[in-house]
């Protein structure tokens, strides 16, 4: 059966010969070669406001993973713990990126809560805490969907990463939301 899409007979690929002449030019920039059509400087703002909202919420899941108390603790701490340390993988994935695309990881602290775009937000009871969390994971849920619509298909690889991510905040946030329907009563 012949291909019927006509996109594929009218995209032309690139020959080897100007593939290899290519890479040698700017080697300097690593990864990123000059068919990289985004806007680099934006693509790395973006990263880095996602990097400081993920460090924010680092911090706030261990603050609430120690003072926690009350009836349902036990399983509470247990999941602040757990997306801390996501979060932290997910840092991690961010700041690696954003060296790949030659730019520099801000983690000086006092930027991080300025470009977050979660806020730290203690909350005086266990019930307080689950409510301030799906509130930031709700946050980084449009955040990075928003992004990723940037995007969009002219980098794969930070699009395939931040899919990534938000599968995790959209889990995140859905483990909170549970865990609101049972902490109702909890003071």
Not at 49 to 68: G, K, M, N, P
Not at 96 to 102: H, S
């Amino acid at each position: 059966m012949p291909n019927t899409n006509k996109a594929s007979h009218s995209f032309k690929f690139t020959s080897t010969a100007t593939l290899r002449a290519n890479a040698r030019k700017n080697i300097e920039d690593g990864a990123v070669t000059k068919t990289y059509s985004l806007d680099r400087n934006k693509v790395i703002e973006l990263l880095n406001a996602a990097l400081a909202t993920e460090w924010v919420c680092i911090l706030r899941y261990y603050q609430h993973y120690f003072v926690a108390s009350g009836m349902l603790m036990d399983s509470v701490k247990g999941e602040f713990l757990e997306h801390a340390q996501q979060e932290q993988e997910h840092a991690s994935m961010l700041a690696e990126r954003i060296v790949q695309l030659g730019g520099k990881p801000d983690l000086n602290p006092d930027n991080l809560s300025k470009h977050s775009h979660a806020e730290y937000k203690e909350g005086a009871t266990l019930k307080d805490m689950v409510i301030e969390n799906l509130i930031a994971e709700r946050i980084a849920v449009d955040s990075y969907r928003e992004i990723i619509s940037y995007i969009g298909d002219a980098d794969t690889t930070t699009k395939r990463m931040l899919e990534h991510i938000l599968e995790q905040e959209e889990e995140h946030a859905d483990d909170f939301s549970d865990m609101l329907a049972c902490c109702i009563g909890e003071n």
